[in-house]
């Protein structure tokens, strides 16, 4: 069955660093999101990407944080200057445009320290 | 007033009892309405959506959508061990676009032998 991969698993990175998660949708979607859920809340909206532009953001989706789909297959958020709160797990969805679901990949666990 | 609200639980039922998990939205935009389930430290899983008011049956699963009083439930039957997790209830405005998914907190389930 297909699935949405990310990589890495598990990111640990220094306060002020940039960091890159990237993400591979089912492939013949094209609605693509991010998604993050700091440990003990819900799931929050970052940013949704449809003809290799950005649909809509939240408000958490700010300067610091950036979209690309630089290959065919491969979908990345960039967030630079880490911040402590920016610690979550991430997660890259994708759905059909015929269908209304999104599929979740396994999530990638970002610790800020 | 919170965009999607649950319960957070924990919902206690016995192995092979029907579990009744409840939400609540204030957007009345929203057209398409789903059921995650979530294991703890992992990825949001679809289990059902549902856009029509009236009932949608899928397995154990049966998802309830009351669009005039903003409420959508989904009922598990005899419900397992395996199904302890948290269920989360998720909104969004269009069908087949790339719109944002809105969560709920997520309603825990806890099912005992």
């Known amino acids: 069955e297909p699935e949405v991969t990310q990589t890495p698993s598990h990111q640990v990175t220094q306060m002020g660093q940039e960091v890159i998660l990237r993400c591979v949708p089912i492939s013949n979607h094209l609605y693509f999101y991010w998604y993050r859920q700091i440990l003990g809340q819900k799931v929050e909206f970052l940013v949704s990407?449809?003809?290799?532009?950005?649909?809509?953001k939240s408000e958490i989706f700010d300067d610091q944080f950036s979209v690309e789909r630089p290959d065919g297959s491969n979908f990345t958020l960039k967030i630079r200057s880490t911040k402590l709160e920016d610690s979550a797990m991430y997660f890259c969805?994708?759905?059909?445009?015929?269908?209304?679901?999104?599929?979740f990949g396994q999530g990638t666990r970002l610790t800020v320290v | 007033q919170k965009e999607v609200e649950q319960n957070s639980g924990p919902l206690s039922v016995p192995e092979g009892a029907i579990a009744s998990l409840n939400c609540t939205y204030s957007d009345r935009g929203s057209q398409s309405f789903f059921w995650y389930r979530q294991y703890s430290g992992k990825s949001p899983e679809l289990i059902m959506f549902?856009?029509?008011?009236g009932d949608k049956e899928d397995g154990r699963f049966t998802a309830q959508l009351n669009k005039a009083s903003q409420y959508v439930s989904l009922l598990i039957r005899d419900s397992q061990p395996s199904d302890s997790a948290t269920y989360l209830c998720?909104?969004?405005?269009?069908?087949?676009?790339?719109?944002?998914?809105?969560f709920g907190t997520g309603t825990r389930l806890q099912v005992t032998l």
């Open positions: 998720a909104v969004k405005r269009g069908t087949g676009t790339a719109s944002k998914l809105t």
């Open positions: 969805a994708s759905s059909d445009p015929g269908r209304t679901e999104a599929f």
């Open positions: 990407f449809y003809n290799n532009e950005i649909s809509e």
């Open positions: 549902i856009y029509s008011n």
